[in-house]
């Protein structure tokens, strides 16, 4: 369970990474634009790791289910901009 409430408390966190690579980075699109998101990610992640004295980013799991959730983050924002028209 501390898990997930640690996941929860980082959503916002991922949700702003993902919009500041959509404004920031018009370069590129698909995988390396996903990377740059999940960078930014990672850097927040040093931060968690020092608070839970855990070594979350050598962690396979954590790394997949990042990017995981950066996809996922990408594609709800995909659907709302679609619905606004």
Do not use: C
Not at 14 to 28: D, Q
Not at 46 to 65: C, H, M, P
Request: charged share 25%; hydrophobic share 50%; no cysteine.
């Amino acid at each position: 369970m501390v898990w997930l409430k640690i996941g929860l408390r980082l959503l916002p966190y991922i949700w702003g990474a993902v919009e500041a690579v959509e404004r920031f980075v018009t370069s590129v699109k698909g995988a390396p634009k996903e990377d740059a998101a999940v960078g930014m990610v990672h850097a927040i992640l040093q931060t968690v790791e020092a608070g839970v004295d855990k070594d979350l980013l050598n962690d396979e799991d954590v790394n997949r289910a990042t990017r995981s959730v950066v996809q996922a983050v990408v594609a709800l924002q995909n659907v709302i901009a679609r619905k606004r028209g």
